[in-house]
Antibody, heavy 117, light 106 residues
Framework: EVQLQESGPGLVKPSQSLSLTCSVT????????WGWIRKFPGNKMEWMGY???????SYNPSLKSRISITRDTSKNQFFLQLNSVTTEDTATYYC???????????WGQGVMVTVSS | DIQMTQSPSLLSASVGDRVTLSCKAS??????LAWYQQKLGEAPKLLIY???SLQTGIPSRFSGSGSGTDYTLTISSLQPEDVATYFC????????FGAGTKLELK
């Protein structure tokens, strides 16, 4: 069974970078697409971006200048880096699989990240 | 940008009721729509994709319908374990989620 697990710091200071890891078991990240989604306080959900089976990436235009998604295929992990964070980046961050650059069929449990000084 | 509007934002229903949730797009999304269920403290779970295809393992009381701009998630007979927030998500021309419908028991 495909399982995803997010990890990373729960507290980040404003202007710093947010870095998260998604560890995948039961499936290779060299197949399909692997994305990041966040859920803000108040329930709004936002797609952030994905990395494909080939390593190509696609990002939400609203984040394009601040976001980077990379991967380590030897560890079957992919990563999120979001630069210059503000308090508005406080959210629960999820990683998920997209079978074909469309919907999200497997999700991690999520990690709550607070941006605060 | 295509906006997604879900209604109602809160729905109270009784066990056994037929429940209908709505998701409207600001322009046609050509059936590129998924529905998710999220229970408190859990990850979202995919219920429906391509507007009307039931994800493997999801009970048959869940169904999706619609086309163009208007889509519906139906629970044919509400069960206590269906209490959750339900989100729609379009994947035509980018990815956007609706604001969610919170479903509670009356």
């Amino acid at each position: 069974e495909v399982q995803l697990q997010e990890s990373g710091p729960g507290l980040v200071k404003p202007s710093q970078s947010l870095s998260l890891t998604c560890s995948v078991t039961g499936y290779s990240i060299t197949s399909n697409y692997w994305g990041w989604i966040r859920k803000f306080p108040g329930n709004k959900m936002e797609w952030m971006g994905y990395i494909s089976y080939s390593g190509s990436t696609s990002y939400n235009p609203s984040l394009k200048s601040r976001i980077s998604i990379t991967r380590d295929t030897s560890k079957n992990q992919f990563f999120l880096q979001l630069n210059s964070v503000t308090t508005e980046d406080t959210a629960t961050y999820y990683c998920a699989r997209l079978p074909g650059a469309d919907y999200f069929d497997y999700w991690g449990q999520g990690v709550m990240v607070t941006v605060s000084s | 940008d295509i906006q997604m509007t879900q209604s109602p934002s809160l729905l109270s229903a009784s066990v056994g009721d037929r429940v209908t949730l709505s998701c409207k797009a600001s322009q046609s999304i050509y059936n590129s729509l998924a529905w998710y269920q999220q229970k408190l403290g859990e990850a979202p779970k995919l219920l429906i994709y391509d507007a009307n295809s039931l994800q493997t393992g999801i009970p048959s009381r869940f169904s999706g319908s619609g086309s163009g701009t208007d889509y519906t998630l139906t629970i044919s007979s509400l069960q206590p374990e269906d209490v959750a927030t339900y989100f729609c998500q379009k994947y035509y021309s980018g990815y956007t989620f609706g604001a969610g419908t919170k479903l509670e028991l009356k």
